[in-house]
Nanobody, 122 residues
Framework: QVQMIESGGGLVQAGDSLRLSCTPS????????MAWFRQAPGTARELVAA????????KLAASLKGRFTISEDNAKNTVFLQMNSLKPEDTAVYYC???????????????WGQGTQVTVSS
């Protein structure tokens, strides 16, 4: 069974940075599209960023451009989400996912981890 293991969340102040990590058990990330989603209390889960299998092409939510970056280390089979200049509205549980990427649209599969909590204080 595929398990997504996320880490790196925490409580930080506005303006700080965090780097989230995701290591899936089973899939080799170079063969799959990977994505980060987030869900704040009372809101729907939303796409943060995605990276195509094998690296290269990435997709980032428009509102996060310039602050967040997705990358991967195939040797470590790990996907990263670098988050800079964090804002209180970035507070959410962040989830890693083996995603679908079709006709420019990224959608999640059923492979979710438990998520990692990011809390940004003002």
């Amino acid at each position: 069974q595929v398990q997504m293991i996320e880490s790196g969340g925490g409580l930080v102040q506005a303006g700080d940075s965090l780097r989230l990590s995701c290591t899936p058990s089973g899939p080799t990330i170079s063969n799959f599209h990977m994505a980060w989603f987030r869900q704040a209390p009372g809101t729907a889960r939303e796409l943060v960023a995605a990276i195509r299998g094998g690296g290269g092409d990435t997709k980032l939510a428009a509102s996060l451009k310039g602050r967040f970056t997705i990358s991967e280390d195939n040797a470590k089979n790990t996907v990263f989400l670098q988050m800079n200049s964090l804002k209180p509205e970035d507070t959410a549980v962040y989830y890693c996912n083996v995603a679908r990427w079709l006709l420019g649209k990224v959608s999640p599969t059923d492979y979710w981890g438990q998520g990692t909590q990011v809390t940004v204080s003002s």
